[in-house]
T-cell receptor
Framework: AQSVAQPEDQVNVAEGNPLTVKCTYS??????LFWYVQYPNRGLQFLLKYITGDNLVKGSYGFEAEFNKSQTSFHLKKPSALVSDSALYFCAVRANSISSGSARQLTFGSGTQLTVLP | GAVVSQHPSRVICKSGTSVKIECRSL??????MFWYRQFPKQSLMLMATSNEGSKATYEQGVEKDKFLINHASLTLSTLTVTSAHPEDSSFYIC???????????FGPGTRLLVL
């Protein structure tokens, strides 16, 4: 079974400082990895994904994430945090497209609440 | 990115009534749609997966007769909560994916409150 761990429920960072939101995963075969952001009372917005290729993925709003196969991690990063980045962040994984059934469903982490302090 | 809409965004109903939530993919054909439920400060719980033109696949513990899902076209899926009870109050989020994309796109969610 596939799983995602976001070890930090809450991350606080000062505006202008770099931020990291951690994610590790477990999946059979090659993973497809995703980061989504959720603002209060809203659905999830897609930030970035890793499918194949370059391990460093750049996404929306200046976010990036690095796929590390040996550590089975996909940490989200941003060089300089903004107050408007404060939101709930979800990491998600699913098996690659040759898999079938439940393995093709997204499995989400528990979410990390990011608070950027002015 | 692709756009997924949900309607209504918020609904309040009396216990025992049925509520229908619509999910539309606005600029792509959604061969697969997903319905999630989210409790406050928690992650998303997958309720069911539906492929266009076929019956939905429900996750364990989700009552298919209570949460009716219809995916009649490549751009529309509906979730009907039948005979709603206060414990059905929650935030319901739909998601859509096409066969051509690896990314799932999410609707803005529907807040259901059953009195």
């Amino acid at each position: 079974a596939q799983s995602v761990a976001q070890p930090e429920d809450q991350v606080n960072v000062a505006e202008g400082n770099p931020l990291t939101v951690k994610c590790t995963y477990s999946v059979s075969g090659n993973p497809y990895l995703f980061w989504y952001v959720q603002y209060p009372n809203r659905g999830l917005q897609f930030l970035l994904k890793y499918i194949t290729g370059d391990n460093l993925v750049k996404g929306s709003y200046g976010f990036e994430a690095e796929f590390n196969k040996s550590q089975t991690s996909f940490h989200l990063k941003k060089p300089s945090a903004l107050v408007s980045d404060s939101a709930l962040y979800f990491c998600a994984v699913r098996a690659n497209s040759i898999s079938s059934g439940s393995a093709r469903q997204l499995t989400f982490g528990s979410g990390t609440q990011l608070t950027v302090l002015p | 990115g692709a756009v997924v809409s949900q309607h209504p965004s918020r609904v309040i109903c009396k216990s025992g009534t049925s509520v229908k939530i619509e999910c539309r993919s606005l600029d792509f054909q959604a061969t697969t749609m997903f319905w999630y439920r989210q409790f406050p400060k928690q992650s998303l719980m997958l309720m069911a997966t539906s492929n266009e033109g076929s019956k939905a696949t429900y996750e364990q513990g989700v009552e298919k007769d209570k949460f009716l899902i219809n995916h009649a076209s490549l751009t529309l899926s509906t979730l009907t909560v039948t005979s709603a009870h206060p414990e059905d109050s929650s935030f319901y989020i739909c998601s859509a994916r096409s066969s051509l994309r690896e990314t799932q796109y999410f609707g803005p969610g529907t807040r259901l409150l059953v009195l």
